[in-house]
T-cell receptor, first 114, second 115 residues
Framework: DTEVTQTPKHLVMGMTNKKSLKCEQH?????MYWYKQKAKKPPELMFV???????INESVPSRFSPECPNSSLLNLHLHALQPEDSALYLC?????????????FGPGTRLTVT | AQKVTQAQTEISVVEKEDVTLDCVYE???????LFWYKQPPSGELVFLIR??????QNEISGRYSWNFQKSTSSFNFTITASQVVDSAVYFC????????????FGQGTTLQVKP
């Protein structure tokens, strides 16, 4: 089973709202990722968790707050977002963070900030 | 510096035509991995293939084939007898220098297969 699930599929939120994106995998992977993807662009890495610890933060604004409650779950908490944060947010997982590890992606959450 | 270039922004073919998507990469590492992902309109990136820098054998999987040439730093992807379901954005990616999980993505090639 190479499935990564994400909820919700679509999210519309105002700039003062607080919301969370959720990601789950049951492949026993120990690395999980958040990406942001704008239309007609490649995914941009935001965060990497390795063994439930944050290993990479790509200088992401603090209005995005990741959380890894356990090895299967990854959350992204959103607060005081800007309209330019509207994008497709993709979660991915891999066995580890080694160079050979292929990443498996979820279907994404399409976020619109109004 | 590491870089992946997919020079073809958009390609349009008619069903049953063969199509090749180009990928050129730059890296100073001697050990590295290359990947191809497919992103259909639904949004999910689907892993297609991984190739390491020491294996220059071409690979075939059904209608898909990949040609890896270190001499030209290229890892091209060919779809034979294309189908409408092949319509998607295809990304080539290179693993980062360190074991961080970082992938260097190309800009992607949008393939449209018309019936």
């Amino acid at each position: 089973d190479t499935e990564v699930t994400q909820t919700p599929k679509h999210l519309v939120m105002g700039m003062t709202n607080k919301k969370s994106l959720k990601c789950e995998q049951h492949m026993g992977h120990r690395a999980m990722y958040w990406y942001k993807q704008k239309a007609k662009k490649p995914p941009e890495l935001m965060f990497v968790y390795s063994y439930e610890k944050l290993s990479i933060n790509e200088s992401v604004p603090s209005r995005f707050s990741p959380e890894c409650p356990n090895s299967s779950l990854l959350n992204l908490h959103l607060h005081a977002l800007q309209p330019e944060d509207s994008a497709l947010y993709l979660c991915a997982s891999s066995q580890g963070t080694g160079r050979a590890s292929e990443q498996y992606f979820g279907p994404g959450t399409r976020l619109t900030v109004t | 510096a590491q870089k992946v270039t997919q020079a073809q922004t958009e390609i349009s073919v008619v069903e049953k035509e063969d199509v090749t998507l180009d990928c050129v990469y730059e890296t100073r590492d001697t050990t590295y991995y290359l990947f191809w992902y497919k992103q259909p309109p639904s949004g999910e990136l689907v892993f297609l293939i991984r190739r390491n820098s020491f294996d220059e054998q071409n690979e075939i999987s059904g209608r898909y084939s990949w040609n890896f040439q270190k001499s030209t730093s290229s890892f091209n992807f060919t779809i034979t007898a294309s189908q409408v379901v092949d319509s998607a954005v295809y990304f080539c990616a290179l693993s980062g220098s360190s074991n961080t999980g970082k992938l260097i993505f190309g800009q992607g090639t949008t393939l449209q297969v018309k019936p």
